[in-house]
């Protein structure tokens, strides 16, 4: 069965370094999603990408944050100038267009320190 | 704006026991509706879905929700317990007019007894 993969599982960083976060969805969707979980807290809607662009974004994605599809398999989140409080799990979604559910990947576990 | 509550963050049964977890939702517009569960350091998965028509829907599992529109509940309920069911589960909703960006409640963990 196909399903989301996501790399790393544990990305460890230094306040104020940039990461990537990479998500290969699966192969025949075409919505992708960013969503977020800091320990304890609800998991939290960070972006959504359709044909090539943002197509919402919470209050959450700011300037600091950004997406995209370099090729015709990865998605990827990039967080610059890391923050405290960005260390969290992060987790890639996808879904087919037309249809409302998401199938999500295994999540990266970010640690700012 | 949509919103999910999720009443009781932890929920303890015996196995072989009914489970019943409670979601009640706040949507301005026809809701789609969702169960995921987490199991330990894993991603979430999808348990079941409400779209259009049957408002019982059945997932994986042996899990299944019902959409009351009236009381704007989605419970999930499983007539008997296993020990595997022990997780974290979360509700959720979106709209059709949006990118379907899921809107999570807090999230419940179940606890099995054996």
């Known amino acids: 069965e196909p399903e989301v993969t996501q790399t790393p599982s544990h990305q460890v960083t230094q306040m104020g370094q940039e990461v990537i976060l990479r998500c290969v969805p699966i192969s025949n969707h075409l919505y992708f999603y960013w969503y977020r979980q800091i320990l304890g807290q609800k998991v939290e809607f960070l972006v959504s990408?359709?044909?090539?662009?943002?197509?919402?974004k919470s209050e959450i994605f700011d300037d600091q944050f950004s997406v995209e599809r370099p090729d015709g398999s990865n998605f990827t989140l990039k967080i610059r100038s890391t923050k405290l409080e960005d260390s969290a799990m992060y987790f890639c979604?996808?879904?087919?267009?037309?249809?409302?559910?998401?199938?999500f990947g295994p999540g990266t576990r970010l640690t700012v320190t | 704006a949509q919103s999910v509550t999720q009443l009781g963050s932890h929920v303890s049964v015996s196995e072989g026991a009914l489970v019943l977890l409670r979601c009640n939702y706040s949507s301005s517009v026809p809701p789609y509706l969702f169960w995921y569960v987490q199991y330990p350091n894993q991603g979430l998965q999808l348990l079941l879905k409400?779209?259009?028509?049957?408002?019982l829907v059945k997932g994986i599992n042996g899990f299944e929700a019902e959409f009351k529109k009236s009381e704007t509940s989605f419970h999930l309920t499983k007539p008997s317990a296993h020990m595997s069911d022990a997780a974290e589960y979360f509700c959720a909703v979106t709209r059709m007019d949006s990118s379907y960006k899921l809107i999570f409640g807090s999230g419940t963990r179940l606890l099995v007894r054996p």
């Open positions: 979604a996808s879904g087919l267009a037309g249809a409302p559910e998401q199938y």
């Open positions: 409400y779209t259009t028509g049957a408002t």
């Open positions: 990408f359709y044909n090539n662009e943002i197509s919402e």
